[in-house]
């Protein structure tokens, strides 16, 4: 039986006949794997993030996720497929600004099933954050405003969790903050797939895939 949770099989994203950001991708990704997608500006390594968090789809070729294809689902259904299996944090933070720290973590929760005001002050704590439940996110910093995208990507316990650049915005404390929950993701099991441009970040994966020119790489094992 295949541990495989994700299978990228000959993806490719064109834009027109001279703009193609992704060409011919394979990837297998493990449940439980933590995978870093590295390269240069313009590889299209958020192109792929996307793809694989059923934000955009594919010109070609198809996404499994968990044994499903993702990439022939309605819109409906594939927005209904990500709010289920797929947790996201962003570089730029995404967060509400007139909602406090806890309604950014109960709307994640509203929109997949029903908030649990217990529930999202819990996954604030986890990160951290119990002092700051009622603040906004001007009233925070980046690195607690990474947290609060952290708490929010957790609460519905996803499957995969998606990550862009998540420590871009950070000094090097909060950077080390945000890391560290990230490894304790991967420890309790959590697929990770993050992209970033920094290789210390990179080699705190289990494996890096390399793009270039939209195109893998030889993947570098880091266990």
Known sequence: M??????VKNVTKRYDDRTIALAHIDLEIEKGEWVSVMGPSGSGKTTFLN?????DRPTEGSVYINGSEVTGLSHDSLTQFRRENIGFVFQQFHLIQYLTALENVMIAQYFHSMADEAEAEEALEKVGLSDRLDHLPSQLSGGEQQRVCIARALINQPKIILADEPTGNLDKENENIVMGHFKKMHNNGHTIVMVTHDPSIGEMADRQVKLEHGRSTRPVTNY
């Open 51 to 55: 793809i694989l968090g059923c934000l």
């Open 2 to 7: 295949s541990r495989n949770l994700i299978s």
